[in-house]
């Protein structure tokens, strides 16, 4: 990585989620998994499920490096009203660990996606 493109894909990455077909499977679970988790699936109690899987994949896609365009809301802005603390945010994270998990997604690979969403907290995290 260099300073220019600090968030420049890691080369493989959209492979290792299984493309396009794979990142929708994880998208699809994931949500899943949101919806009745204790702690933060109330948060989603409103939201409609396919839109979010769609929007989730594409992002997941885009930060892979696969072809395609994230046409969804910026993360602060559908954020912002939300109150989410760094425990949800945590809470969020390992429930997509799961979801990778169960997609058969190596730790390694799934640890480069983490990585990339990471540094989101700034604009997700309103509450600390
Ligand atoms: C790395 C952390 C996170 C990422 C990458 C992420 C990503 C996204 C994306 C891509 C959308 C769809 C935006 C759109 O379609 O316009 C979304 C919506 C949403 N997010 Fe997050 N999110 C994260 C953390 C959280 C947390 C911690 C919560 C609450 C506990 C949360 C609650 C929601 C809700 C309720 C929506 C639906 C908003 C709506 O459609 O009205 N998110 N998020």
Not at 37 to 66: D, M, N, Y
């Amino acid at each position: 990585q260099t300073a220019a493109a600090p968030d420049a894909p890691p080369p493989g990455l959209y492979a290792a989620l299984g493309e396009k077909a794979g990142i929708d499977r994880l998208a699809d679970d994931f949500v899943e998994r949101l919806l009745r988790h204790p702690r933060i699936g109330p948060q989603f109690k409103e939201v409609k499920p396919a839109a979010l899987k769609e929007s989730l994949a594409e992002q997941f896609c885009v930060l892979s490096g696969g072809p395609c365009t994230y046409q969804g809301a910026d993360m602060l802005d559908v954020h912002a009203d939300m109150d989410i603390n760094k425990g949800d945010f945590n809470a969020l994270v390992e429930v997509l660990q799961r979801a990778m998990d169960a997609q058969g997604i190596a730790f390694s690979q799934q640890n480069r996606l983490l990585a990339l969403l990471a540094p989101m907290h700034r604009d997700i995290i309103t509450v600390r």
